[in-house]
């Protein structure tokens, strides 16, 4: 079964600092890897994927993700945070013949002022 | 990007009534529909995806009786909780991806939070 690990429950870092959440998968044959960001009592909203090629990819609101074959690592990332960043981050991958998404446990993100 | 709206974004009701929750693509067709159930500070854990014109597919530990999905059309699917219990209190979150394009990122609802008392 294809599975993702995200080894922090929370990250903290200061506004205007550069911001990674981390997130390692267990995938069979080509991954698909996505990240989604959740704020209070609201669905999910999809950031960026990685199907192939280029391993930086550019995604919503100034997130990126570099996809790392060797480490099996997909870290979401920005260069300068938000306090407005502050949200529940999920990586997930697709699996199953109906692609249903499993996702990470979650990471909780805090930008402080 | 594409839009699935859920409604209620919220609902009380009392143990033991039932609770339909929508979910609709308001910009695609979607013949196959997931819905997910969150505990609080928790990751979302799929619950059954549903296929339009078919009968759902439940995972494991699932309910099919308690948890009832209809897929009657291919932009809309229901899940509606029979006898609700206080435990069944929880954020529900419909998924749906657009067949059309043969994209492989998933759209979310809004979530409902039901809460039984």
């Known amino acids: 079964a294809q599975s993702v690990a995200q080894p922090e429950d929370q990250v903290n870092v200061a506004e205007g600092n550069p911001l990674t959440v981390k997130c390692t998968y267990s995938v069979s044959g080509n991954p698909y890897l996505f990240w989604y960001v959740q704020y209070p009592n609201r669905g999910l909203q999809f950031l960026l994927k990685?199907?192939?090629?280029?391993?930086l990819v550019k995604g919503s609101y100034g997130f990126e993700a570099e996809f790392n074959k060797s480490q099996t690592s997909f870290h979401l990332k920005k260069p300068s945070a938000l306090v407005s960043d502050s949200a529940l981050y999920f990586c997930a991958v697709p699996q199953g013949s109906a692609r249903q998404l499993t996702f990470g446990s979650g990471t909780q993100l805090t930008v402080l002022p | 990007g594409a839009v699935v709206s859920q409604h209620p974004s919220w609902v009380i009701c009392k143990s033991g009534t039932s609770v339909k929750i929508e979910c609709r693509s308001l910009?695609?067709?979607?013949?196959?529909m997931f819905w997910y159930r969150q505990f609080p500070k928790q990751s979302l854990m799929l619950m059954a995806t549903?296929?339009?014109?078919?009968?759902?597919?439940?995972e494991q530990g699932v309910e099919k009786d308690k948890f009832l999905i209809n897929h009657a059309s291919l932009t809309l699917s229901t899940l509606t909780v029979t006898s609700a219990h206080p435990e069944d209190s929880s954020f529900y979150i419909c998924?749906?991806?657009?067949?059309?394009?043969?994209?492989?990122?998933?759209?979310f609802g809004q979530g409902t939070r039901l809460t039984v008392v």
């Open positions: 990685y199907i192939t090629g280029d391993n």
């Open positions: 549903s296929n339009e014109g078919s009968k759902a597919t439940y």
């Open positions: 910009d695609f067709q979607a013949t196959t």
């Open positions: 998924s749906a991806r657009d067949h059309g394009q043969g994209t492989t990122e998933a759209f």
